[in-house]
Structure formats: C-alpha cells, structure tokens
C-alpha cells in the first residue's frame, strides 16, 4: 500500500446525524441547503485530516439527490479522498439514509467537493510534504 493510499484510508471520516424539523423544507425532508451543508463539513474535515494542511474548498461538483431523506430519519455522511494532486484533492461524500427503527439503509446523496492546501499567505502548498 502506497503512503498516499495509507492516508485516503486513515483520513475517512463518517458523520452520523438525525433529521430534525428544523433541518427539513416544507416537504418534510432534509432541506438541499443542509444536505451540502454537512458534506462540505464532512468533506472539509476529510481533507484535513488527509493533508495536516489548511484547506479551502474550492469547488463542488455532481451532487446527485437520489432519494428525498424524510425527518426523523439518521443519516451518514462518508468522506473520502478519491483523487491527489499537486495542491488539491477531491474528496467524495456520500450521504446514507437509515430508517429509525428498522435496517433499511440506502445511499440518498453523493458528489464530490475539491480542495486546495494553502499556506500562511493564503496561497496553494504542496498537499503531501514528500
């Protein structure tokens, strides 16, 4: 296993959530808002713990709602680093929705969120000190 590989693996992080009215539109599911809310936090952190670096997100692309996720359901958000570069990496978050009392699960929201290493002046850094 690669260094790089050895990081994607120990910097995936999984946020568990329940859905509350107060996160949810007037159709009684998450709110879209809230939904990329959480994944950018759950991306960000991800990125983070990946780099040791300060990060900043940069862009956010392919966010697919497939399944509206109703209130009072949990859902799971799971960040991980799929791709490296120079400064950067795109790290994909997908978002799992658990029925409260029951073991159905099913993945209801995915994309991907890109983030570059800055420095002290704000500036891109190298994202993997060699």
Avoid: W
């Amino acid at each position: 296993m690669t260094h790089i590989e050895e990081l994607k693996d120990k910097s995936e992080t999984r946020i568990f959530k329940a859905v509350f009215p107060n996160t949810t539109n007037h159709y009684d599911t998450l709110f879209g808002g809230t939904a990329l809310q959480l994944m950018d936090e759950a991306s960000f952190i991800c990125a983070t713990r990946f780099s040791r670096k300060k990060m900043v997100t940069v862009s956010t692309d392919k966010i697919d709602f497939t399944t509206p996720i109703p209130q009072g359901t949990i859902v799971e958000l799971v960040a991980r680093v799929d791709k490296v570069g120079r400064t950067s990496c795109v790290v994909k978050v997908d978002i799992f929705m658990e029925e409260m009392y029951s073991y159905q699960r099913d993945r209801a929201v995915s994309g991907l969120f890109t983030f570059v290493a800055i420095g002290n002046d704000k500036k891109p850094v190298a994202i993997i000190d060699n």
